[in-house]
């Protein structure tokens, strides 16, 4: 689904935010990326989402079965941020349908249904006429995830979504993303801090490196699917997760 | 829950109303004492006298001048916010013309006044023209940095779902820009009142039928002192009530907008 070969980004102000970076993820794949503060990570994502050019190497993203090179109107791509970008104009339900209007093509039957459901996904039922202001941060960042999951997306890029919430918010998001991403099966580029979200949430784990950035170590993440909250207290998901942090400081 | 409310108010009335009062008994007290000729300095009661035999002319004059005022502001919404608009989807317009629109706000519009009463003339529309004038820059300087001053995360959120120039406009741009559009017609309301009353004083309607700008020439002219604080009374009273009327919409709007303030 994405293939980054060789990539090397060099910003205008000459600083080179990734260098060497090769890349493949599989469709249904759920990849993790972690690494020290300003490697780059986030620089990956924006490439990937084509809001960055790379300056060297090649790039491609396939998100449908027709293949189109982003950014194209038909490619079914989410961006959630740490910030959830909710307009403080619109209610809940209003900002769910946003990218749905923007792109058009849907009734408007549908964009109702599609944004109920969603908002359904992430636990916001009786919330839809809630104004950002009238939401708790983890709310809101429910929304912004209903309003990335009412596209049905094929690829979803979350940048440290979570990285703002507090601990126990943080675990029950993680656990239920995970369910959501049993029920659709998307693919996910997910970076974080967070050595543990990362190990609980993906397939794959992959260890950035300092600036310029490019990938130290990856490791495949040996639990199997459906996982639940107990496996964070199993000494083989903190003996791995120690393995992967270990690679971070190295 | 009224009861509460009812002394809320009471609580954050009673020292500026303490004031206003000690005031009045000062002015009253000092009159009286320095024995102060009416036509340099009429006390409170006369001024009071004078509110009272003079008003049904000073009603009609009020109206008169509000109708002004109130068409200068609301011309000067609708032109500023189209003129933000144009700034806003043209780098070239915005570059070559937003200087002036801060340079010319800085040019006192009372000293071109009497040239725009020679342009449009006496009358209605003069007055108008003026109020419009000095109630526009505002309105156009606060809406343009509504309408640029975008977070860049909203933007790609737009450019990411493909959003066109229009919709970008529609949905972010104007949404983004109704705080500091109200801002701006905060400042403007108030400014649109002066504008009316200095447009009377140049193009004022002649003495059948007259605004607050001319009657303060007037009053001035056959000096007649009480009647003048009463006119600008007046003046102040219709300056305050376009505020608070401006001020409140605000409000009401923006709590729904963001829920702040």
């Given at each position: 689904?994405?293939?980054?070969?060789?990539?090397?980004?060099?910003?205008?102000?000459?600083?080179?935010a990734?260098?060497?970076?090769?890349?493949?993820?599989?469709?249904?794949?759920?990849?993790?990326?972690?690494?020290?503060?300003?490697?780059?990570?986030?620089?990956?994502?924006?490439l990937?989402?084509?809001?960055?050019?790379?300056?060297?190497?090649?790039?491609?993203?396939?998100?449908?079965?027709?293949?189109q090179?982003?950014?194209s109107?038909?490619?079914?791509?989410?961006?959630?941020?740490?910030?959830?970008?909710?307009l403080?104009?619109?209610?809940?339900?209003?900002?769910?349908?946003?990218?749905?209007?923007?792109?058009?093509?849907?009734?408007?039957?549908?964009?109702?249904?599609?944004?109920?459901d969603?908002?359904?996904?992430?636990?916001?039922q009786?919330?839809?006429?809630?104004?950002?202001?009238q939401?708790?941060?983890?709310?809101?960042?429910?929304?912004?995830?209903?309003?990335?999951?009412?596209?049905?997306p094929?690829?979803?890029?979350?940048?440290?979504?979570?990285?703002?919430?507090?601990?126990?918010?943080?675990?029950?998001?993680?656990?239920?993303l995970?369910?959501?991403?049993?029920?659709?099966?998307?693919?996910?580029?997910?970076?974080?801090?967070?050595?543990?979200?990362a190990?609980?949430l993906?397939?794959r784990?992959?260890?950035?490196?300092?600036r310029?950035?490019?990938?130290?170590?990856?490791?495949?993440?040996?639990?199997?699917?459906p996982?639940?909250?107990a496996l964070?207290?199993?000494?083989?998901?903190?003996?791995?997760?120690?393995?992967?942090?270990?690679?971070?400081?190295? | 829950?009224?009861?509460?409310?009812?002394?809320?108010a009471?609580?954050s009335?009673?020292?500026?109303?303490?004031?206003?009062?000690?005031?009045?008994?000062?002015?009253?007290?000092t009159v009286?004492?320095?024995?102060?000729?009416?036509?340099?300095?009429?006390?409170?009661?006369?001024?009071?006298?004078?509110?009272?035999?003079?008003?049904?002319?000073?009603?009609?004059?009020?109206?008169?001048?509000?109708?002004?005022a109130?068409?200068?502001?609301?011309?000067?919404?609708?032109?500023?916010?189209?003129i933000a608009?144009?700034?806003?989807?043209?780098?070239?317009?915005?570059r070559?013309?937003?200087?002036?629109?801060?340079?010319?706000?800085t040019?006192?519009?009372?000293?071109?006044?009497?040239?725009?009463?020679?342009?449009?003339?006496?009358?209605?529309y003069g007055?108008?023209?003026?109020s419009?004038?000095?109630?526009?820059?505002?309105?156009?300087?606060?809406?343009?940095?509504g309408?640029?001053?975008?977070?860049?995360?909203?933007?790609?959120?737009?450019?990411?779902?493909?959003?066109s120039?229009?919709?970008t406009?529609?949905?972010?741009?104007?949404?983004?820009?109704?705080?500091?559009?109200?801002?701006?017609?905060?400042i403007?309301?108030?400014l649109?009142?002066?504008?009316?009353?200095?447009?009377?004083?140049?193009?004022?309607?002649?003495?059948?039928?007259?605004?607050?700008?001319?009657?303060?020439?007037?009053?001035?002219?056959?000096?007649?002192?009480a009647?003048?604080?009463?006119?600008?009374l007046?003046?102040?009273?219709?300056?305050?009530?376009?505020?608070?009327?401006?001020?409140?919409?605000?409000?009401?709007?923006?709590?729904?907008?963001?829920?702040?303030?």
């Open positions: 689904m994405i293939r980054c070969q060789d990539i090397g980004v060099c910003f205008k102000d000459g600083t080179q990734l260098s060497g970076l090769n890349l493949d993820v599989d469709e249904h794949e759920f990849v993790a990326i972690v690494g020290p503060s300003g490697c780059g990570k986030s620089t990956l994502l924006r990937v989402a084509g809001l960055e050019t790379p300056s060297t190497g090649k790039l491609s993203v396939n998100c449908d079965e027709t293949a090179q982003l950014p109107a038909g490619a079914r791509l989410a961006y959630v941020l740490q910030d959830p970008t909710l403080p104009w619109r209610h809940a339900e209003a900002n769910v349908a946003l990218p749905l209007e923007l792109r058009g093509g849907f009734s408007s039957q549908e964009v109702k249904q599609r944004v109920l969603a908002l359904d996904m992430v636990g916001l009786g919330f839809e006429r809630s104004f950002p202001h939401l708790s941060g983890g709310m809101r960042m429910r929304a912004s995830i209903a309003r990335a999951l009412a596209l049905s094929d690829l979803l890029l979350m940048d440290e979504p979570f990285g703002a919430l507090d601990e126990l918010s943080r675990m029950r998001l993680n656990e239920e995970l369910g959501l991403w049993e029920r659709d099966r998307w693919t996910c580029l997910f970076v974080t801090h967070s050595v543990q979200e190990v609980f993906s397939h784990v992959l260890v950035m490196s300092a310029p950035g490019r990938i130290l170590a990856s490791f495949e993440v040996p639990f199997e699917f996982r639940s909250p964070r207290a199993e000494q083989r998901f903190v003996e791995f997760a120690a393995d992967v942090s270990g690679q971070l400081e190295g | 829950m009224i009861r509460t409310s009812i002394a809320q009471a609580r009335l009673a020292p500026p109303l303490t004031f206003f009062l000690l005031v009045l008994a000062i002015w009253h007290g009286e004492l320095l024995d102060i000729q009416p036509f340099l300095l009429p006390g409170p009661g006369r001024v009071i006298d004078a509110v009272a035999n003079n008003l049904p002319g000073l009603m009609r004059a009020a109206r008169l001048t509000a109708m002004g109130l068409g200068g502001f609301l011309l000067a919404l609708v032109c500023g916010f189209t608009v144009l700034f806003s989807q043209s780098r070239i317009i915005e070559s013309l937003y200087p002036y629109a801060i340079f010319l706000q040019v006192p519009i009372v000293a071109i006044a009497p040239l725009i009463v020679i342009w449009i003339g006496h009358g209605i007055v108008v023209a003026v419009f004038i000095i109630s526009l820059f505002p309105i156009v300087v606060n809406t343009a940095t309408l640029t001053a975008i977070p860049v995360e909203l933007l790609e959120l737009f450019a990411l779902n493909g959003a120039r229009w919709q406009l529609i949905k972010l741009r104007i949404p983004n820009a109704v705080p500091s559009f109200l801002t701006g017609a905060k403007s309301c108030g649109s009142v002066i504008g009316a009353i200095v447009g009377e004083f140049f193009a004022g309607y002649g003495s059948e039928d007259f605004g607050l700008g001319y009657l303060i020439m007037l009053t001035k002219a056959q000096t007649k002192i009647y003048l604080f009463a006119t600008i007046f003046s102040t009273g219709l300056g305050l009530a376009f505020f608070g009327a401006v001020s409140g919409l605000n409000r009401l709007i923006l709590t729904r907008w963001n829920g702040n303030r």
